[in-house]
């Protein structure tokens, strides 16, 4: 059983950044890309950010494209998503996703979840 963990959550106001962190102990070869989604309260989760693990591809959902970026340490087995330019519109519980063929956008496409990281983003 891979077990993901998440990092870097917190509160920040408009305009500013974070960085999540997401540690993928367990051989890479188990799944080919990693994913961050998230869920806002009363919503369902939706897709944020995928890289494929051998090749380095990314696949960004529209909102998030040109603030965030995700990039992966091969050798740490970690995953980041940096986040700028934050929006009240980003908050929500943050989560870490590992498996699938490639950078997907859906979560049924992933087999392994971490526990969340809260962000929130004051107005």
């Known amino acids: 059983q891979v077990q993901l963990v998440e990092s870097g959550g917190g509160l920040v106001q408009a305009g500013a950044s974070l960085k999540l962190s997401c540690g993928a102990p367990g051989p890479t070869f188990r799944y080919n890309a990693m994913g961050w989604f998230r869920q806002a309260p009363g919503k369902e989760r939706e897709f944020v950010a995928a890289?494929?693990?051998?090749?380095?591809?990314?696949l960004y959902a529209d909102s998030v494209k040109g603030r965030f970026t995700i990039f992966r340490d091969n050798a740490k087995n970690t995953v980041y998503l940096t986040m700028n330019s934050l929006k009240p519109e980003d908050t929500g519980v943050y989560y870490c996703a590992a498996g699938g063929k490639g950078p997907s956008p859906a979560h049924y496409e992933y087999e392994y979840w971490g526990q969340g990281t809260q962000v929130t983003v004051s107005s």
């Open positions: 890289i494929n693990w051998n090749t380095g591809v990314r």
